[in-house]
Each structure stands twice: as C-alpha cells, then as structure tokens.
C-alpha cells in the first residue's frame, strides 16, 4: 500500500498527511490558497486552525517557507475567508462530478436504495432531526451536516434536497478531506 505524502505545518511544525493541511503557493507577490494541491511554485502547508494560521501569516515565517519576497501579508480572518469560499466551490464541484458520473446518489429514495454502498452522507443542516436520526441510524458511514437544502437544490438544479451520499470510494475520501478543512475552520473557528 502506498504511503501518504507527509508536510510540516508552518505553523504548529507539526508533520501530518498532506491532505489534512491547506496548501498555499505564492505568485506575484501574493499567497494563493490551493485546494486542489496542483498550482505550480514554492508551496507550503497550514493546518485548518485559527493558530496556526495566525503563527504563519507573520511576513518572516511566510517568506523564509515560501522563499520569496512578499508585498502584502493578508489576515487571518482575509485568508479564512478566501479558504472558505475556495473550499465550498471545491465541495460543490466535487459533488456535481459525482452525480453526474453516477458517485454521487441524491434524494432519499436513492440514498436508501444505495444504502449498502454509501461512504459518505452529506446532510443539510435544516434537515428535520428525525431524518437526520433515521440516516445515522440506518447507514454506516462518515457524515456531515452542511449548508441548506434549498443551496442543495439550486446547486443540483432539483428541488430541495436534504441527503446526499457518496458511493465512489475515490471521491468519497477527496470530499471528505475538503469537508473536514471546511468543518474545521468554518466551525471551530
């Protein structure tokens, strides 16, 4: 099996897998959040902390990890912000390939139906506690409450909807890396 790639955060200094930090690369003077671990130059790594963030965002600590010249250090709060927003395009993106090449199953009945193979379950946050307690109970899988269902909907172009479930193992584990880097600086902020 092959092993996961391992960064240090700039931070903390704490190694850990590459997919549980926030890889930033500097372009033009600036720091560019990348979600998708593909922009080209120096990159380093933060992990999705209001600590870590604020240790790192120091302009001696960004350009000695970065090894260049920067003309403006952003916020936290900026930077979190910038994340964020980064990170729900990626989780939205990443959802709509599923659906449409079959990863993705949507809407109860299908979620139901599907139960064996469901890796992951996203549930809207509005969703009524007795839904919410029907699907925790009835499948074994990682979950998260996230956004509305009326997002949900627009964003699938249905009807409302409350539960999503993952069936791709592949996609499943890319989108719960985005989810757990959204819950950690979105919730525990």
């Not at 720091?31 to 990159?43: L, Q, S, T, V």
């Not at 927003?85 to 979620?111: N, P, Q, S, Y």
Request: hydrophobic share 40%.
């Amino acid at each position: 099996m092959k092993s996961e790639p391992i960064r240090m955060c700039v931070g903390c200094r704490q190694r850990k897998s590459k997919y549980e930090l926030l890889r930033f690369v500097a372009r033009e003077g600036k720091i560019f959040f990348d979600p998708y671990y593909k922009a080209e130059g120096r990159g380093m790594s933060i992990c999705p902390s209001r600590k870590c963030l604020q240790k790192a965002l120091k302009k001696q600590v960004l350009e000695r990890a970065l090894r260049c010249e920067l003309r403006e250090v952003p916020s936290a709060e900026s930077l979190r912000e910038e994340v964020l927003g980064a990170l729900k395009k990626a989780i939205v993106d990443t959802v709509r390939l599923g659906v449409r090449f079959k990863g993705v199953v949507v809407g109860r009945e299908a979620v139901f139906k599907e139960r064996h193979r469901v890796k992951l379950l996203i549930l809207a946050e509005d969703l009524s506690e007795g839904s919410k307690e029907e699907f925790f109970s009835k499948l074994n899988a990682d979950s998260y409450e996230l956004f509305t269902k009326n997002f949900w909907g627009e964003v699938l172009n249905r009807r409302s909807t409350g539960i999503i479930g993952v069936v791709d193992r592949g996609l499943a584990e890319k989108l719960k890396s985005f989810l757990d880097k959204y819950t950690a600086l979105y919730r525990r902020w």
